[in-house]
């Protein structure tokens, strides 16, 4: 079955403990990227990769790192988690980069309470 | 810069009624996509329709309908004869056709409850 899984879907943490979310895709999709969902907010970007290798800021990635070091896998690091980074975050992915004419696949949504 | 405002952030209605969700998008691309998706009380998102700039057609999926209407920046959802399954906050997002990271850009949301 095609899709995007991610883990944890929930997770409560503290201020400074590194943690990582995991987002992995089995179709072969070069695009990926992390959004978080926050009230009244709706949905922002935070970091994209293009490709393996290639990633770059979206919106929001102040506290936030990624890696692409295969395909499948696109990482949502958060080296020194902060209270306001307190979210739902939804990874997402496409074939290319052209959200235009490639359907968006979203993940099941990671759940981040930090304390 | 992009955006998308949902400026209703709560709609309740009575199961079997029509409800329309708003949609207002601000751009400077004359090519651009605009979306909707549905996240139902388990949290993922669901995607609805995507329709390009160049395409005013409105469109029609069974119960869902999508009026566009560029004069007005407004792509609208209309739900009918809703059902207790339509709860859910939708999402109506846009996208710029540039070369690069096309990435959504989100309204705010809005939550509809129908009610039995």
């Known amino acids: 079955e095609a899709q995007v899984t991610q883990n944890p879907r929930y997770l409560i943490t503290v201020t400074g403990k590194k943690l990582t979310v995991t987002c992995s895709q089995n179709m072969n999709h070069e695009y990926m990227s992390w959004y978080r969902q926050d009230p009244g907010l709706g949905l922002r970007q935070i970091y994209y990769s293009m490709n393996v290798e290639v990633t770059d800021k979206g919106d929001v990635p102040e506290g936030y790192k990624v890696s692409r070091k295969e395909k499948r896998n696109f990482p949502l690091i958060l080296e020194s988690p902060s209270p306001n980074q307190t979210s739902l975050y939804f990874c997402?992915?496409?074939?290319?980069?052209?959200?235009?004419?490639?359907?968006?696949?979203f993940g099941p949504g990671t759940r981040l309470t930090v304390l | 810069a992009q955006k998308v405002t949902q400026a209703q952030t709560e709609i309740s209605v009575v199961e079997k009624e029509d409800v329309t969700l708003d949609c207002v998008y601000e751009?400077?691309?004359?090519?651009?996509?605009l979306f909707w998706y549905k996240q139902p009380p388990s949290g993922e998102l669901v995607f609805l329709i995507r329709?390009?700039?160049?395409?005013?057609q409105n469109e029609i999926s069974g119960r869902y309908s999508w009026n566009f209407q560029k004069s007005t920046s407004s792509f609208n959802f209309t739900i009918t004869a809703s059902q207790v399954v339509d709860s859910a906050v939708y999402f109506c997002a846009l996208s710029e056709g540039n070369f690069g990271n096309e990435k959504l850009t989100f309204g705010t949301g809005t939550r509809l409850t129908i009610i039995p």
């Open positions: 329709r390009n700039s160049f395409d005013e």
């Open positions: 997402a992915s496409s074939l290319y980069y052209r959200i235009s004419t490639d359907t968006q696949y």
């Open positions: 751009t400077r691309d004359t090519t651009y996509y």
